[in-house]
């Protein structure tokens, strides 16, 4: 016999009632049997049950109406000025947070609080609209004020007067940009293959007179170039043997993170440096924090560094697509940076899948494959949303 605590024959009569009335939802069988047993004992007759039961019902009705009636209040309370005004100021936290504001609006619908629901979606949209034009007002003044500092920059008689082709002057866009196509269709793709076509990459050296080159489709170096000012204005010109030559293009700053080089538009990136590369698709696409299927916590670095895929501490996606046996996108994985191995990968969304790489095609003289595809699922991993 299960003890029960406190013994159910030490319990009062009414709790006796509902024990015995109840099912085994609530009590256990062997509850209610001695709930039951106990009412013999004590022989309670059926017309003092019965009394009882009529007083709980009656006591629910009334809990009913009472219920119906605060409903029925409810249905037209509203919001405090003082309260409105503090739900249309926090809009954007109270939808994109944790943070809550009484009751939510599935609660408010739910407990009749009609006038106060409608009024919570009124404020929640126009508060998400006000920081939204607030936002981007404070960004494109930030932006104006920034385009500003660079058109009058450095303008001096003094300056108008050097020869711009020795004029060695500070470049406040350094840094490396990448073109506004292949940043595009990285994020929405995700597809490094697909992005390659047209894509092109620069590093803009911190001053003029220093030499660069525009990457094309990260394969072909392309031109020597260098950037010169002319007149507050700046501007790519061909370098042959240290000899500055030519001029070949304009060079426009559009914001602090795009700007055009002739016609093309570049967005500025921030990929890690590593033995005179640029790791930008460890940047760009897959940097972040993971789940694996079976619920390990995996980590992709931007410096090309990965935590929690089995034994693997380091991964390279590879960028340039220019070659045979390279007709799906891939990265390699290795426990050191000497012994690579290659897999195959896509992303649907915010979920990695990685492949082993089947190859179809063997080329047996110069010990490669021509024609590959993905093999077997190796690893799902999903990334978080806030990565």
């Known amino acids: ?19 015995a009335h109840s099912s085994t939802d609530i009590w256990q069988q062997e509850a209610i049997d001695q709930a039951k047993a106990e009412l013999n004992k004590r022989a309670v007759s059926k017309e003092e049950e019965q009394k009882i039961l009529d007083k709980w019902k009656e006591e629910e009705r009334l809990a009913a109406i009472a219920y119906e009636k605060k409903l029925e209040l409810n249905k037209t309370e509203s919001y405090t000025f003082i309260r409105m005004i503090a739900i249309f100021f926090l809009a954007i936290f109270l939808l994109f947070t944790k943070w809550s504001f009484d009751l939510t609006l599935k609660q408010l619908w739910k407990q009749n609080y009609k006038r106060k629901f409608y009024q919570r979606i009124v404020l929640l949209i126009s508060g998400i609209i006000f920081w939204i034009f607030f936002i981007k007002f404070s960004y494109e003044r930030s932006e104006r004020l920034w385009q500003k500092e660079i058109d009058s920059a450095d303008i001096s008689k003094w300056e108008r007067n050097q020869n711009i082709k020795t004029l060695s002057v500070e470049i406040p866009f350094a840094g490396c940009w990448v073109s506004e196509n292949y940043y595009k269709s990285i994020k929405k793709f995700k597809s490094p293959r697909k992005a390659q076509v047209g894509a092109e990459f620069i590093v803009i ?12 489709s990260f394969h072909d170096g392309g031109t020597i170039m260098t950037v010169l000012k002319n007149m507050g204005k700046y501007e790519l010109w061909q370098l042959d043997e240290d000899t500055i030559t030519q001029h070949l293009f304009n060079i426009k700053v559009i914001s602090a993170n795009k700007l055009k080089i002739g016609a093309k538009s570049f967005i500025k990136i921030n990929p890690v440096e590593k033995d005179n590369d640029y790791l930008i698709l460890e940047d760009l696409l897959f940097k972040g924090n993971y789940t694996s299927s079976d619920g390990k916590k995996v980590e992709f670095k931007n410096n090309g560094q990965v935590k929690g895929l089995d034994d693997f501490k380091y991964y390279s996606p590879i960028i340039d697509y220019t070659g045979e046996g390279l007709g799906i996108d891939q990265l390699s994985l290795s426990k050191n940076y000497k012994d690579e191995t290659f897999f195959g990968f896509k992303f ?8 082993d790489i089947k190859c179809l095609v063997y080329d047996s003289i110069n010990k490669e494959c021509e024609d590959v595809r993905f093999g077997k699922l190796k690893y799902k991993l999903t990334k978080s949303i806030n990565n």
């Open 205 to 216: 050296p911190t001053r003029t007179l220093i030499q660069t080159s525009i990457v094309e």
């Open 348 to 355: 649907k969304n915010n979920i990695l899948e990685i492949y």
């Open 1 to 19: 016999m299960t003890d029960f605590n406190p013994p159910i024959a030490n319990r009062d009569t009414e709790e006796l009632m509902a024990i």
